[in-house]
């Protein structure tokens, strides 16, 4: 039985795992940003619906060029 050494591999490997492993960390991370948005529900027995507990006077706008707004948003 031989052993898999890294001087054995082809040179083509190493950046092809380089580009794998970066796709890999983007993806992950773009999952997680999207699963913290404030539109996700993870909890449908404790408020099954949470757009209805927003005030007309509260905004969930993540930025406003302005910066003027009346009350802050928080989860």
Not at 24 to 30: D, K, R
Not at 53 to 75: L, V
Request: proline share 9%.
């Amino acid at each position: 039985m031989s052993k898999l050494k890294l001087s054995n591999m082809p040179s083509g490997v190493y950046p092809l795992a380089a580009v794998m492993g970066a796709f890999i960390c983007g993806v992950t991370w773009y999952g997680f940003r999207l699963a913290r948005g404030p539109d996700v529900v993870w909890s449908r027995k404790t408020n099954p619906y949470p757009w209805l507990s927003i005030q007309p006077n509260m905004t969930t706008k993540i930025y406003d060029p302005h910066g003027d707004f009346e009350k802050s948003w928080s989860r």
